[in-house]
C-alpha cells in the first residue's frame, strides 16, 4: 500500500508542476498579446475563443509576471527540477508516515 500512495503523491505532484508551466507560459502569451501587440486584456480573452474570463487571463499574467524570463527562466527550470525532487521526497517521507499510520489503525 505504501507504494500505491506513493505513487499517487508523485503524480499529483507531476500534474500540479505541468499545470504551473502550462499557466505560466499562457500568461507570457497574454502579456505579449497586451504589452506587445497592444490589446486589451478582454480583447486577448475574445482572440482565445473565450476559452478563458478575463479574471483567469489577469491571473495568469500575474504569474508570467512572477516568474521573470532570460537567465532567471534557467533558474527555474533548476527549481522545477529541485521541486520534482522535493516531491519524491515529500512522496517518501508522506508514504512512510502513511504506512505508520495504517499499521497503527
Known amino acids: 500500500m505504501v507504494d500505491l500512495a506513493e505513487r499517487v503523491m508523485v503524480a499529483i505532484g507531476e500534474r500540479d508542476a505541468a499545470v504551473a508551466e502550462t499557466e505560466k507560459r499562457a500568461g507570457e502569451a497574454l502579456r505579449e498579446l497586451t504589452e506587445r501587440e497592444g490589446l486589451s486584456l478582454g480583447e486577448a480573452v475574445e482572440w ?25 527562466g534557467e533558474q527555474d527550470s533548476d ?15 508522506g508514504s512512510e508516515g502513511a504506512g505508520a499510520d495504517s499499521s497503527a489503525g
Do not use: F
Not at 50 to 71: C, F, M, N, Q, Y
Open 48 to 72: 482565445c475563443g473565450k476559452t478563458i474570463t478575463v479574471r483567469e487571463a489577469t491571473r495568469l499574467r500575474r504569474l508570467a509576471h512572477e516568474s521573470p524570463a532570460g537567465d532567471d
Open 79 to 93: 527549481r522545477d527540477g529541485a521541486q520534482g525532487g522535493d516531491v519524491a521526497a515529500l512522496a517518501t517521507a
